[in-house]
């Protein structure tokens, strides 16, 4: 019997060898000599390459790649997920740090190319801070630069190309590809991010299929991206790839209504059981955070503002003694903060939907799906745990998280009305009931629409997961090794029914005893001191802005008082309504003053007067000594807060450049961007 009768039928035969394929990942391969005759097995790695069913997909593969930072660009690539199947197309969600090891194997993968040898991708972009890439495209973002001969990865201004060009204009030869930006007009380099990616992946060989399209958070993001996928991108898909599609309108035409797809199944246990052990290459990037983030006791807890505001900002102190690494941390770093919803919001829900919140399960990947799956948060847990730690119910779902809730909906009146809300023609209804009267998921199936059901997995599903929430460390990490502090505002608005919307982070600390935990970890920041000591800093952070200025304070004071080192000056502005109600860290402040850290303290009280007075009117009643401070002395620059404070901060800044620096708008402009360039302006600013 020849030798090869033994091996298993899905043999493929070539030159020279023969290769068993089990499945994806290993191979065995018969090594033969010229002759024929069998010489050795050799074990090899190979990549199983999906059969693609030309009837449903005739538009073939299109992967779409997200760089998110708060879960909407990963939302919305998997909105285009959803919608492939019915344009015809086989669609594929990654995350772009997934590419990090090798961006060009990734997505120049053989298996996924055309019949003409070509790839197709989406990049869904959000830009974050001042026009910087999120978290998880920081690594694909320096290869494109790196690629395009661009060095040193700090702030635009500060970039240059390389001597000799450093271009490799073939990286993307092959690529055929689609921007969409998310991004937010308050912000100076607005989107910056998606045009950034639409640029350089034409340069390295890449072809454009749509024009770059981008979003506005500031005005209608979803309407934004949905009218360029229904009216630009899908139909040039289609056009392009397709061309006469009536065989696939036909087959939409014919398919039975369903439910939506769900790639991940539920396990229900008999009895308690503790999580599994996962490693980290198993886990949801964009959930990493559920499983490395550590339980710290709040120690302290205390109201900053008077008692006769009607408003709260508090200030919490967390033990982090035996946290290690996650929440190692530098004076003013960002502190990451995993919400918990509310008892009584996760008890409706259960209600609504009929789970038992004491059971426990594992999350599993459903059926057909074991190749793609990934831990989304630890399992096994209870219902109550899931429901509680990682979803999303008070905040408002997106349009098209309405829509998929209308297929759990078994009231037609229900699912008419969620339909309508969903539509670009329901847009007004949907910003009155859903935007300004603060519904979330939670109030949805509760109240609005209680005819849904659907089992927990497909609510898994469906319902966006609860993001970490950031704030800006209001300590020294050198008089504080051991502690972070945190200074947060409260958020208890009032709904047009007369209850209450509560803000789920915020209130999770009101809500937290003495040494109850919370679970954190720790990011780096933009704020930094001069390593030379004795320049001067220019501080401005009014309201819960001054947290990191307070940190700074810290350290100076720790610098010039007990490493006895020459501390520059250190200015201060801030503001807020009154200094009887708000002005938060008022003793410590004064303390500084006195002590002589504290250099000089401009304060703005909005309310204190007829006209209201802001911190960057007491920068431009100081323009002179701003100046001097800024081109003579070297001052560095730090200003945190919200947005529009920025911008006005900002053109209060070039004026006074212009002015005493005797340069055009455009030239103090590009002052102001040199300052940032080398690390001298550093802003960090929310909407």
């Not at 930072?69 to 285009?80: I, N, P, V, Y």
């Not at 990090?100 to 019949?115: L, P």
């Not at 040193?152 to 073939?170: F, L, R, V, W, Y």
Request: glycine letters at 8%.
């Amino acid at each position: 019997m020849d030798e090869s009768t033994d091996l298993p039928k899905s043999i493929l035969f070539g030159a020279g060898c023969a290769t068993a394929l089990l499945g994806s990942g290993l191979a065995f391969v018969m090594m033969r000599n010229k002759t024929g005759h069998p010489t050795h097995i050799e074990e090899v790695e190979v990549v199983a390459v999906e059969t693609l069913d030309k009837t449903k997909f005739p538009g073939g593969h299109l992967t779409i790649y997200y760089g998110s930072q708060t879960g909407t660009a990963e939302s919305f690539a998997q909105d285009l997920e959803r919608d492939g199947e019915d344009h015809g197309f086989k669609v594929h969600v990654t995350d772009l740090e997934e590419t990090d090891e090798d961006v060009n194997a990734e997505m120049m993968k053989e298996q996924m190319r055309d019949d003409d040898g070509k790839n197709r991708a989406v990049f869904v972009m959000s830009t974050y801070g001042e026009g910087e890439p999120t978290d998880n495209a920081a690594g694909f973002v320096r290869f494109l630069k790196e690629h395009q001969g661009i060095y040193n990865d700090g702030n635009a201004a500060e970039e240059k190309k390389a001597e000799d060009d450093g271009m490799n204009a073939s990286v993307f030869a092959g690529l055929e590809y689609s921007v969409f930006g998310l991004g937010n007009r308050q912000y100076e380099h607005f989107n910056a991010m998606g045009k950034l990616i639409d640029s350089a992946v034409e340069k390295l060989g890449g072809r454009r299929i749509v024009p770059l399209a981008v979003g506005d958070d500031d005005d209608d993001l979803e309407g934004d991206f949905e009218t360029w996928k229904d009216t630009k991108f899908w139909p040039a898909m289609k056009k392009k790839y397709i061309g006469n599609d009536a065989l696939l309108d036909e087959a939409k035409g014919s398919a039975a209504k369903k439910l939506p797809e769900c790639h991940i199944s539920v396990e229900y246990l008999s009895e308690p059981s503790s999580p599994d052990q996962i490693a980290v290459g198993d886990v949801h990037l964009s959930s990493k955070h559920y499983f490395t983030a550590v339980d710290c006791p709040v120690t302290l807890k205390r109201e900053l503002r008077s008692p006769e505001d009607t408003g709260s900002t508090l200030h919490i102190e967390i033990d982090i003694s035996k946290g290690g690494d996650e929440v190692k941390y530098q004076t003013a770093d960002n502190l990451g903060i995993l919400p918990v919803n509310s008892d009584a919001n996760v008890e409706k829900l259960a209600k609504a939907l009929n789970y038992d919140l004491n059971s426990y399960f594992r999350l599993n990947p459903a059926s057909g799906h074991e190749h793609k799956f990934a831990a989304l948060f630890p399992s096994p847990c209870t219902v109550r745990e899931c429901l509680a730690r990682y979803y999303d119910l008070a905040g408002p779902p997106r349009r098209s998280e309405l829509k998929l809730l209308a297929a759990y909906a078994t009231d037609p009146f229900c699912k008419k009305a969620l339909m309508r809300l969903a539509s670009k023609d329901g847009k007004a209804e949907y910003k009155a009931k859903i935007l300004d009267a603060k519904m979330g998921i939670v109030d949805i199936v509760s109240k609005l629409c209680p005819s849904v059901e659907m089992p927990l997995e497909h609510f898994i599903s469906v319902c966006p997961r609860l993001q970490p929430r950031y704030y800006t460390i209001s300590s020294s990490s050198t008089v504080h090794p051991n502690f972070i502090h945190a200074t947060v505002s409260i958020l208890s608005e009032q709904r047009h029914d007369g209850s209450t919307f509560k803000g789920v982070c915020s209130n999770h600390l009101v809500d937290i005893i003495q040494n109850g935990k919370v679970r954190v970890f720790v990011r780096d920041s933009t704020f930094r001191l001069p390593d030379d000591v004795s320049k001067p800093i220019i501080m401005v952070g009014p309201g819960t802005g001054i947290a990191p200025m307070r940190a700074l304070l810290q350290e100076r004071s720790h610098q010039k008082l007990k490493q006895n080192l020459p501390v520059g000056s250190n200015d201060l502005y801030f503001g807020c309504k009154t200094r009887d109600l708000d002005f938060i860290y008022s003793d410590e402040l004064h303390e500084y003053e006195k002590e002589g850290t504290l250099t000089r303290m401009h304060l703005a009280f909005s309310r204190e007067q007829n006209e209201k007075v802001y911190v960057q009117h007491l920068l431009a009643k100081n323009s002179s000594d701003t100046w001097k401070l800024i081109e003579d002395d070297g001052a560095y620059i730090y200003v945190c807060g919200g947005v529009k404070m920025g911008q006005d901060v900002c053109v209060a800044l070039r004026k006074i450049i212009a002015q005493h620096g005797n340069r055009t708008s455009t030239d103090a402009k590009k002052y102001l961007d040199n300052l940032a360039s080398n690390g001298r302006f550093v802003q960090e600013l929310w909407a």
